[in-house]
């Protein structure tokens, strides 16, 4: 969530206040009063403005705080004041979608879009969004117009990764690895991308290339129960059963309701002891 944080966009500059009101009185009084009403116009819009930004900067705030319905809420009170304002509908949308209100999510995103069509971020959690809808297709197309409409890397590194997902998911292996890597590329401290890809290596039983990737998961993400034990497994189909029961150990520690690692490590335990109990068993 951390990730999706921080690509959350802040719009529309901060307006420096100048009294235009002031300003359009004394058109007014001086007869030019069409001069007046324009001024006055654009006094209006720039409140609006104003507002709206102190509305969206509140959605984010309660965002941040997990408070959804409450973001919700003041990023509608931003469209409001500021009805084409693009960023307050993304927002919303991103807002609706963790609460699981997938449909409002991408009818708040495809109107972002229809304002704003090359805004990376609407496709990205519009992409976001079909995904956890299921609908990987579309999801992957959305992605694929973020990474063409953005520069910013750590967006390119999050589609890029969550387009590798999506792949994944309907049985493009190869294309899904191809995105972790270019994931990687533009963001090497991306841990989750770092996961993916061991576990496309675990799957293709590339285990060195998956134990290297789940080692620099761990190093970057110490508290990664899933990291740890799927090393442990690795380690155990390599033949390091002390390295393996370390992991279990360490997953444990991190997650003492680990019920598959209990497993894994009762299994480790007790393998080595079956030629003892032969013997004993036989005489």
Same mark, same amino acid.
């Given at each position: 969530m951390k990730k999706i944080i921080s690509v959350l966009c802040l719009c529309l500059p901060l307006l420096a206040y100048a009294d235009c009101n002031d300003d359009a009185n004394k058109l007014r009084e001086s007869g030019r009063v069409d001069e007046a009403i324009a001024v006055l116009d654009n006094c209006l819009q720039q409140e609006k403005n104003r507002l709206a930004r102190t509305y969206l900067l509140l959605g984010i705030s309660h965002y941040q705080k997990g408070e959804q319905q409450q973001a919700i809420a003041s990023y509608t009170k931003a469209i409001e004041a500021s009805p084409d304002y693009a960023v307050a509908y993304t927002n919303r949308g991103l807002s609706h979608a963790v609460a699981g209100n997938l449909d409002k999510a991408v009818s708040d995103l495809d109107h972002a879009l229809q304002l704003a069509p090359d805004y990376a971020k609407a496709w990205y959690f519009r992409a976001f969004t079909l995904h956890l809808k299921g609908d990987y297709q579309q999801a992957?197309?959305?992605?694929?117009?973020?990474?063409?409409?953005?520069?910013?890397?750590?967006?390119?590194?999050?589609?890029?990764?969550?387009? =590798?997902?999506?792949?994944?998911?309907? =049985?493009?292996?190869?294309?899904?690895?191809?995105?972790?890597?270019?994931?990687?590329?533009?963001?090497?401290? /991306?841990?989750?991308?770092? /996961?993916?890809?061991?576990?496309?290596?675990?799957?293709?039983?590339?285990?060195?290339?998956?134990?290297?990737?789940?080692s620099r998961v761990i190093e970057l993400d110490p508290d990664n129960e899933k990291a740890v034990y799927n090393r442990g497994l690795l380690y155990k189909e390599a033949g390091k059963d002390y390295l393996a029961i370390q992991d279990y150990h360490k997953a444990l520690a991190l997650k003492p309701s680990y019920t598959r690692a209990h497993a894994s490590l009762a299994i480790a335990r007790f393998i080595p002891l079956l030629p003892i109990l032969l013997v004993a068993m036989l005489g």
């Amino acid at each position: 969530m951390k990730k999706i944080i921080s690509v959350l966009c802040l719009c529309l500059p901060l307006l420096a206040y100048a009294d235009c009101n002031d300003d359009a009185n004394k058109l007014r009084e001086s007869g030019r009063v069409d001069e007046a009403i324009a001024v006055l116009d654009n006094c209006l819009q720039q409140e609006k403005n104003r507002l709206a930004r102190t509305y969206l900067l509140l959605g984010i705030s309660h965002y941040q705080k997990g408070e959804q319905q409450q973001a919700i809420a003041s990023y509608t009170k931003a469209i409001e004041a500021s009805p084409d304002y693009a960023v307050a509908y993304t927002n919303r949308g991103l807002s609706h979608a963790v609460a699981g209100n997938l449909d409002k999510a991408v009818s708040d995103l495809d109107h972002a879009l229809q304002l704003a069509p090359d805004y990376a971020k609407a496709w990205y959690f519009r992409a976001f969004t079909l995904h956890l809808k299921g609908d990987y297709q579309q999801a992957i197309e959305d992605y694929t117009h973020a990474l063409d409409t953005t520069d910013d890397d750590v967006v390119k590194a999050l589609a890029y990764h969550r387009r =590798g997902l999506a792949r994944a998911n309907i =049985g493009k292996k190869e294309q899904a690895l191809s995105d972790y890597d270019n994931a990687l590329e533009r963001d090497p401290s /991306f841990a989750p991308a770092y /996961f993916s890809r061991a576990l496309y290596y675990q799957h293709a039983e590339e285990y060195d290339a998956a134990i290297a990737d789940y080692s620099r998961v761990i190093e970057l993400d110490p508290d990664n129960e899933k990291a740890v034990y799927n090393r442990g497994l690795l380690y155990k189909e390599a033949g390091k059963d002390y390295l393996a029961i370390q992991d279990y150990h360490k997953a444990l520690a991190l997650k003492p309701s680990y019920t598959r690692a209990h497993a894994s490590l009762a299994i480790a335990r007790f393998i080595p002891l079956l030629p003892i109990l032969l013997v004993a068993m036989l005489g």
